[in-house]
Structure formats: C-alpha cells, structure tokens
T-cell receptor
Framework: AQSVTQLDSHVSVSEGTPVLLRCNYSSSYSPSLFWYVQHPNKGLQLLLKYTSAATLVKGINGFEAEFKKSETSFHLTKPSAHMSDAAEYFCVSWYSGNTGKLIFGQGTTLQVKP | EPEVTQTPSHQVTQMGQEVILRCVPISNHLYFYWYRQILGQKVEFLVSFYNNEISEKSEIFDDQFSVERPDGSNFTLKIRSTKLEDSAMYFC???????????FGDGTRLSIL
C-alpha cells in the first residue's frame, strides 16, 4: 500500500539558515509527490509537485525538493529560512487510480527563530 | 487567483444533530474532494466526487456521511447524527483533473459537544 512518512514532527531553524524537511514514500512505482504548506488558520497551499519529469523540483518561495528513487525520498529544502516560512508542511502522494485521492504524511511543524 | 471557499469557518453542534459543511470549488474544476484532520492526526481522505457521483470513498465515509453538488457551484458534506469523534477540521478541495494538484479551502473546524 502507498504511504508517506515525514521523519520529523518538528524542525526548528534560525532565520537565514538552511531548511531540510524529510519525507520518504512507499510505493511500488514512481508516484506523483507534492509538498503542501499550511499557515495557521489557513488552507493547504501547494508548494511544489513532482510528476516524473525532472528529479529536482523548484517550487514557490524559494523551496525545492529532490526526488531520489534509490532512497525513496522527497526531501524539501530551502537555502535560507525566513520568519514567514514558519508553518506546517505536508508531504503528499497522489494515489494511483483515476480519482485523485491524496495520501498525506503526518506533517512537520517548522519553527523559525529570529 | 481563483480559490476554494468554505463556510462556515467554525461550526459548533450538539452531538446527534445534523451538520452541513459548504464549499464553493474553483469554477472550471471537475473533481471535488473532502478531507478531514482530527487534532494531532494526519489529514485523511474522505471522498472524491466527479460527474455528479462519488468516484471513491474511504472507510471513514460511512452511511452517516453524504455529499452533494446541488446547484452546479456548491459542494456540500452532510454529517447526520454527529458524534464526538466527528470533531475535526474538514477541508474541501477541487482539481481540474484526477492527476492535477488539488486546491484546498481554508477548512471548517467542526466541534461536536
């Protein structure tokens, strides 16, 4: 069965330092993967998506993620954290089939300290 | 940029009552979804809806739940005879196709007392 595992429930970084949010997926084939961000009291906003075109995917707000099939990973990175990046981040897999069902990881809370 | 809108933002209901959560998807989208997130847990898929019928539902989505697109713009989730464990954040999403990124609303926080 497909699953997505986010390896850290909480990550704390200082403003201006790199961000790394880790995600591993479990699938018998190359999945479609996404990162969504949720700011307090807001909905889920798409950061970036991987759909087997390029393994390094660039998203909004300076975030990017690299799909590594050998490691079954899709980690999210950003070179320099900003205070506005503090939010909940979800690694998400699109379930195979024709209905578009999404499978969510547990979420990682990113704290950015001044 | 068009967005998915959900109302109300917060709903408080007595256990056993019926509740209807409302969503207005993006107008040219064809696929509609409901997800929920119980406090401290993962976001879970409830149901997908296409061409005026349910295309997939999770095991959570039992006879207590129903969805409807009554007028071509709204997409509603009805929960009959609510239980304490129905308390959660409910997210509506829509997408142009089944393998296209979904756009989410801000959610409705449902509190069952």
């Amino acid at each position: 069965a497909q699953s997505v595992t986010q390896l850290d429930s909480h990550v704390s970084v200082s403003e201006g330092t790199p961000v790394l949010l880790r995600c591993n997926y479990s699938s018998s084939y190359s999945p479609s993967l996404f990162w969504y961000v949720q700011h307090p009291n807001k909905g889920l906003q798409l950061l970036l998506k991987y759909t087997s075109a390029a393994t390094l995917v660039k998203g909004i707000n300076g975030f990017e993620a690299e799909f590594k099939k050998s490691e079954t990973s899709f980690h999210l990175t950003k070179p320099s954290a900003h205070m506005s990046d503090a939010a909940e981040y979800f690694c998400v897999s699109w379930y195979s089939g024709n209905t578009g069902k999404l499978i969510f990881g547990q979420g990682t809370t990113l704290q950015v300290k001044p | 940029e068009p967005e998915v809108t959900q109302t109300p933002s917060h709903q408080v209901t007595q256990m056993g009552q019926e509740v209807i959560l409302r969503c207005v998807p993006i107008s040219n989208h064809l696929y509609f979804y409901w997800y929920r997130q119980i406090l401290g847990q993962k976001v879970e898929f409830l149901v997908s809806f296409y061409n005026n019928e349910i295309s997939e539902k999770s095991e959570i989505f039992d006879d207590q739940f129903s969805v409807e697109r009554p007028d071509g713009s709204n997409f509603t989730l009805k929960i009959r005879s609510t239980k304490l464990e129905d308390s959660a954040m409910y997210f509506c999403a829509s997408g142009p196709g089944p393998n296209q990124p979904q756009h989410f609303g801000d959610g409705t926080r449902l509190s069952i007392l």
